[in-house]
């Protein structure tokens, strides 16, 4: 750029002549670098035109919606999530209806879906080992684990020995755990709601506790030789564990959920000498497997359970309520009085 400065000094010194070589150099210079100047003008005036930066609104959020907006990472979070949260928030589940959340892969979209949330709400216990990702995505977000705190149970034999089970939301008595810490976190983002937060936790665990009492009361009437629940993910530990049955299953989580064929042989020699009479799977994982082992162990296919996401609002679980009554229903109807005759 000396070429210039030294035209410039000219002009300041005698505006009204400019020395030849400085034309010479001035015109020599514009030639070359007329391109240049062109666009760094425009880069400048484009800087300038340019619109303040506005704060990140998430795509899951509905953007004339004020309220505050709370992530959880799968669909039955959500709905427990709603019934605490009310009118006062907004709730969206990252994960859609049917999806398998243990090894679930987040999407571009999803990503940027964390940069508006204000709370993101995880289960824990490993299940959603994805979530790590997703969470340092979101940069400074509030966040809340339901199962912290919680004495889990631990998978027992397989790939996954001496591990946390994490389908804890199966226990309706530990369900109402995971309110207890929905109210909290809800009240720390949130205070003006506080009292409703409180108010409407307390409802859904009286709605929890009286589904804790009919489950109870559906299952006592399992003959105690068909008490054995098997299902293709080991998801119902903790349901086993509130209500006298055993369990057993192709594998331990869905995470490692390779039908090898000892897993096979082993659970179809279990169904055989227990005389099991029905078989079950879940909705977000291949049935095919299970139903081989009804075939080969002369059991039947019982049916379809939801554990880790709901159905649609014209499926038989759209609500966690809705799930559990679901699963009981079929349970009875096969493992109940007169299923081993059918």
């Known amino acids: 750029m000396g070429w210039l400065l030294s035209v410039l000094k000219a002009l300041t010194q005698n505006p009204h002549r400019i020395p030849p070589s400085g034309c010479a150099a001035l015109r020599a210079g514009l030639q070359g670098r007329l391109v240049t100047l062109l666009v760094a003008l425009l880069a400048g005036l484009l800087v300038g035109c340019r619109q303040p930066s506005l704060p990140r609104v998430s795509p899951l959020a509905n953007p004339s919606d004020a309220r505050p907006l709370v992530l959880t990472t799968f669909t039955v979070l959500a709905d427990m999530a709603r019934n605490v949260a009310g009118e006062r928030l907004q709730v969206r589940s990252i994960t859609r209806l049917g999806a398998e959340i243990h090894g679930y892969e987040p999407s571009p979209s999803d990503l940027e879906g964390a940069q508006g949330a204000d709370l993101i709400v995880r289960n824990g216990l490993g299940l959603e080992r994805w979530a790590d990702r997703f969470i340092q995505s979101a940069g400074n977000r509030a966040e809340v684990t339901l199962s912290e705190g919680m004495r889990p149970l631990l998978i027992e034999g397989d790939a996954y020995a001496g591990k946390p089970n994490p389908h ?26 506080a009292a409703t937060f409180r108010a409407n936790g307390e409802a859904y665990k009286r709605q929890l506790g009286q589904l804790d009492a ?94 880790d996401s709901l159905s649609d609002a014209s499926g038989p679980a759209p609500t966690l309520l809705k799930l559990q009554r679901h699963n009981v229903d079929l349970i009875v109807k096969g493992l109940g009085p007169g299923a081993a005759g059918r």
């Open 168 to 193: 804890a939301w199966m226990s309706p008595q530990r369900a109402q755990l995971y309110v207890n810490r929905l109210v909290q976190a809800f009240s720390a983002i949130d205070p003006a709601g």
């Open 214 to 307: 009919d489950l109870r009361a559906a299952l006592a009437g399992v003959p105690p030789a068909q008490r054995i629940l098997v299902s293709c993910e080991g998801a119902f530990s903790y349901l086993a564990h509130d209500y006298g049955l055993e369990e057993a299953y192709l594998w331990p989580v869905n995470a490692e959920s390779q039908v090898t064929p000892r897993r096979m042989a082993r659970l179809i020699e279990t169904v055989r000498r227990r005389r099991v009479p029905a078989v079950f799977c879940e909705s977000t994982v291949n049935a095919n497997a299970q139903r081989e082992v009804a075939r080969a162990a002369g059991a039947r296919f019982g049916g379809t359970f939801y554990v």
